[in-house]
C-alpha cells in the first residue's frame, strides 16, 4: 500500500455545526465561518457543505434518502484540497474496524453481542464490512446481516506476548515513552513500586524488572500502533474506491500515539481520510466504566501509580476524540448501552461542512497550531471541528527510509528488488523454551556498490521480525551491513553475505518476516518463512 505523506500548506478542516436542540444545521455559506489558527484569521480559500441522506442519531435503522449531495462555492481561483462538488450516489459503505489489541476479554463479549445485534438491523441498501486489527476475523463488504453478525460473533480479543493485564508489571505504551523517550524519572518509580508489590522482589530486582518490562513496551507499543493504524489507513483506502457515503465505525478503548512517529501517522491518516470523504465515528469498547484500582496483583496500588493509569486513559480516549472531530464523525464514550452507542455512530451527520486554509507564514518546526471556527452570525449553535494540526518538517531521507521499512514489515507482501533467501532452524533446551535463528543470505552481485578508496562500499538496513500464528508482532530486531568489498569477491561466481538473528521463543507456529533495503537507491526485498516448533 503506497505511503501517504501529510504536507501543512494546506489544511482541511471537517466543521458540523448544531443548534440548541443538538440538530445539525446545513443552511450556512463559507461567509458565515471564521478561522483562526492559533488566534490568528485565515483566509477560507476552499469550502464544501455536505448534505447526506436523511439520517437519526437516536435510530440507525432509518428510509434512506434518493441521494448525497455535495455543494460547494465557486472556487477561489482553483481548489487546492483537489475536492470536486459531485453528486454521490445514496448507497452507504460502513467499515466496522474493532481494535482486538486493545480490548480486554471482558469488554471485548460486550462489544460482540452489541455490534452483532447492531448489525442484525442492517438497512438494505446499505454495506458493511468487518475489519480487525489482528486481521482475523474479516468480511469484505456484504449486505448479508446473517454473515456479517456471524463474523462478529467470532471476535476475540488478541493477546500480546510481553504486555497485558496479567504482567508484572503491566506497564502501559505511553508510561514506557514517558520513560524511557522522554525521561520521566517519577513514572520510573512508579513502574519500580508496582514492581515490587506485584512480584515481591526487593528494590533492586525490581529496577531491572521494571527496566527490561519498560523497553520491551515501548517496541512492542510502537509496533501494535503501527499495526493499528496500517489497519485505519488500508480501511480509508478501501473507502475511498466506493461511490456513496463513507463511513468507519471503530470500536476501541483508545490507544496512545504522542510520539513523533505516531504524530506524523496520525497527521497522515486524517488527511487522506478527509480528502475521500471518510468519516470516523467511535464507540468506547469500555462502556461505562471507572478507573478501579487493580489489586489482584499484589494488593492495591500507590497512589502514583494509580495517577499515572489516569494519565494514561486520557491519552488513549484523546486519540479517539481527534480521529472523530477530525473527520466530521461521532465519539460515544461512558455509555452502559452499547447497541445504543453503534446505532449513534453508524448515522452520519445529515449536514457537514469543509473548510480549507493555506497557512500564513507558516514555519515547519514541528509546533501544534489550535484551530478555532466561529459562526459570528448565528446565535445558540455549538461547533464541533478539528481541534488543530503539526507543522511538521519534511521528512528527512532516513525517517522516509524508516517508513518504507515498517510499511513494508507490516504488508506481509513479497517483494523482490534484491535477490535474497531466508532461511530457518530451531532447537530445544527443555519442552517450554527454544531458540529461533533466521538467516538472511543475500547475494552481493546485485547491490548497487559504489568504488570508493578501492573497494566496492554499500549499506544495507535489515531487519528481522516474528509473529505468531494469529499475526501478532512478536519480536524483531534491525542491523545495518556496511559493505566494503574486493573486486575479485564481487566477481565470484557465489558471492553472497548471511546475517542470523536469534530469537527466544516458546513452542508454537510463527511466521518469520525478512525486509532488507539498500540505503542507496532505496531497493527493497521481503519475504517470509512459517516455522512450526513442538
Avoid at 448544531?18 to 483562526?36: E, I, M, S, W, Y
Avoid at 513514572?187 to 506485584?198: G, I, K, N, S
Wanted: proline share 5%; hydrophobic share 40%; aromatic share 6%.
Amino acid at each position: 500500500m503506497p505511503t501517504f505523506r501529510s504536507k501543512a500548506d494546506f489544511v482541511l478542516v471537517p466543521v458540523i455545526v448544531r443548534d440548541a436542540h443538538g440538530r445539525p444545521v446545513g443552511n450556512l455559506t463559507k461567509d458565515d465561518f471564521q478561522l483562526f489558527d492559533k488566534g490568528k484569521r485565515q483566509t477560507i480559500a476552499s469550502f464544501s457543505a455536505v448534505q447526506r441522506a436523511n439520517t437519526n442519531a437516536e435510530r440507525w435503522r432509518v428510509n434512506p434518502a434518493p441521494e448525497e449531495k455535495i455543494s460547494s462555492t465557486p472556487p477561489v481561483e482553483s481548489d487546492p484540497a483537489g475536492i470536486s462538488a459531485a453528486s454521490i450516489r445514496s448507497e452507504r459503505y460502513v467499515i466496522y474496524l474493532f481494535d482486538d489489541l486493545n480490548t480486554e476479554f471482558a469488554n471485548m463479549a460486550a462489544v460482540r453481542k452489541a455490534a452483532s445485534r447492531h448489525l442484525e438491523d442492517l438497512v438494505p441498501t446499505d454495506r458493511a464490512a468487518i475489519y480487525t486489527v489482528s486481521g482475523h476475523p474479516t468480511l469484505d463488504f456484504s449486505s448479508d446481516r446473517d454473515k456479517l453478525a456471524e463474523t462478529v460473533r467470532s471476535l476475540r480479543m488478541q493477546s500480546t506476548v510481553g504486555h497485558g493485564g496479567t504482567e508484572c508489571p503491566d506497564v502501559s505504551y505511553f508510561l514506557a515513552d514517558r520513560i524511557v523517550n522522554q525521561g520521566d524519572d517519577q513514572a520510573h518509580r512508579a513502574v519500580v513500586q508496582r514492581t515490587m508489590q506485584c512480584s515481591g522482589a526487593p528494590e533492586m530486582t525490581a529496577e531491572t524488572i521494571a527496566s527490561g518490562a519498560e523497553k520491551r513496551e515501548l517496541n512492542i507499543g510502537e509496533q501494535d500502533n503501527r499495526v493499528l493504524l496500517r489497519t485505519l489507513r488500508s480501511a480509508v483506502q478501501r473507502l475511498s474506491q466506493m461511490s456513496g457515503q463513507r463511513l468507519i465505525v471503530m470500536a476501541s478503548p483508545g490507544f496512545y500515539t504522542r510520539t513523533p512517529q505516531g504524530i506524523r501517522a496520525m497527521a497522515e491518516l486524517l488527511d487522506q481520510a478527509t480528502r475521500a470523504h471518510v468519516v470516523i465515528s467511535a464507540v468506547d469498547a469500555r462502556g461505562l466504566y471507572t478507573l478501579q484500582p487493580d489489586a489482584t496483583l499484589g494488593g492495591p496500588p500507590s497512589k502514583l501509580w494509580q495517577e499515572y493509569t489516569r494519565i494514561s486513559a486520557d491519552a488513549n480516549k484523546d486519540v479517539m476524540l481527534e480521529l472523530t472531530e477530525g473527520t466530521g464523525g461521532t465519539f460515544v464514550q461512558n455509555s452502559d448501552d452499547l447497541r445504543a452507542s453503534f446505532d449513534r455512530v453508524a448515522a452520519a451527520p445529515e449536514f457537514s461542512y469543509l473548510l480549507g486554509f493555506s497557512p500564513a507564514e507558516l514555519k515547519d518546526d514541528g509546533s501544534f497550531h489550535a484551530l478555532e471556527i466561529r459562526v459570528p452570525s448565528e446565535k445558540g449553535l455549538t461547533v464541533q471541528a478539528r481541534r488543530g494540526y503539526y507543522a511538521l518538517a519534511p521528512e528527512t531521507a532516513e525517517e522516509v527510509a524508516r517508513s518504507e521499512i515498517d510499511e513494508a514489515v507490516l504488508s506481509r507482501e513479497q517483494m523482490s528488488g534484491i535477490p535474497v533467501g531466508l532461511q530457518t532452524v530451531f532447537s530445544k533446551s527443555d519442552t517450554s523454551h527454544a531458540k529461533l535463528t533466521a538467516i538472511a543470505i543475500v547475494d552481493i552481485r546485485s547491490l548497487h556498490l559504489q568504488k570508493i578508496d578501492g573497494r566496492n562500499r554499500g549499506s544495507l538496513t535489515m531487519v528481522s521480525s516474528l509473529f505468531d500464528h494469529n499475526g501478532r508482532y512478536v519480536a524483531g530486531m534491525i542491523k545495518t551491513v556496511n559493505l566494503g568489498l574486493r573486486d575479485t569477491t564481487v566477481a565470484h561466481s557465489g558471492s553472497e553475505i548471511t546475517v542470523p538473528w536469534v530469537f527466544d521463543v516458546k513452542p508454537g507456529t510463527y511466521e518469520v518476516r525478512l525486509v532488507v533495503r539498500e540505503v542507496v537507491g532505496g531497493a527493497m526485498s521481503a519475504c517470509n518463512s512459517t516455522v512450526v516448533i513442538p
